[in-house]
T-cell receptor
Framework: AQSVSQHNHHVILSEAASLELGCNYS??????LFWYVQYPGQHLQLLLK??????LVKGIKGFEAEFIKSKFSFNLRKPSVQWSDTAEYFC???????????FGGGTRLMVKP | KAGVTQTPRYLIKTRGQQVTLSCSPI?????VSWYQQTPGQGLQFLFE???????NKGNFPGRFSGRQFSNSRSEMNVSTLELGDSALYLC??????????????FGEGSRLTVL
């Protein structure tokens, strides 16, 4: 079965620290990749997406992600986090072969001021 | 521009009952998908509709069903409720023809508690 793994379930950082959240998926042919974020009390919203082209994609609020095909990974990064980045982050992979969108388990990020 | 609207926001049911949840997508969006969110299982895909046709269904029992109307509004139904069905049910709409080809816009969810 196609699966998506986010290995870090909880991350605590201080403001200005760098962030990298891991996302790995099982082999499944061509994929479309997404990162969604859920801020406290708000609904899920798109941070960034990758369909093709430059494997380094930039999203909103200074986030970026790099697609490494050989590692089946799509890690999310931000050079310097802010307290307002406290949220839950979800990686999602659309496996074209199965026409199925699969979410990772999510990573709760807490940024201490 | 109004977002995705889900009703009801909260509901409590007992085992064996059935429940119907409603989702109104953003105007102009024809793709609607549903997800179950629980602390243990995370976000799991339930089904996807486009132009009143179910495009795909996740790995859920037949007790979970849905439909989409000609105005793109969608409903999902869960029959013979079990305790494990307690969850936040999220609906998302998209401009694209498939959940995987564009940005999903999520509603705030319907929180179902089964006693």
């Amino acid at each position: 079965a196609q699966s998506v793994s986010q290995h870090n379930h909880h991350v605590i950082l201080s403001e200005a620290a760098s962030l990298e959240l891991g996302c790995n998926y099982s082999y499944g042919g061509t994929v479309n990749l997404f990162w969604y974020v859920q801020y406290p009390g708000q609904h899920l919203q798109l941070l960034l997406k990758y369909f093709s082209g430059d494997p380094l994609v930039k999203g909103i609020k200074g986030f970026e992600a790099e697609f490494i095909k050989s590692k089946f990974s799509f890690n999310l990064r931000k050079p310097s986090v802010q307290w307002s980045d406290t949220a839950e982050y979800f990686c999602a992979v659309f496996f074209n072969a199965g026409n199925m969108l699969t979410f990772g388990g999510g990573t709760r990020l807490m940024v201490k001021p | 521009k109004a977002g995705v609207t889900q009703t009801p926001r909260y509901l409590i049911k007992t085992r064996g009952q059935q429940v119907t949840l409603s989702c109104s997508p953003i105007s102009g969006h024809r793709s609607v998908s549903w997800y179950q969110q629980t602390p243990g299982q995370g976000l799991q895909f339930l089904f996807e509709y486009f132009s009143e046709t179910q495009r795909n269904k996740g790995n859920f029992p037949g007790r979970f069903s849905g439909r989409q109307f000609s105005n793109s509004r969608s409903e999902m139904n869960v029959s013979t409720l079990e305790l494990g069905d307690s969850a936040l049910y999220l609906c998302a709409s998209s401009k694209g023809t498939s959940v995987g080809t564009g940005e999903l816009f999520f509603g705030e969810g319907s929180r179902l508690t089964v006693l």
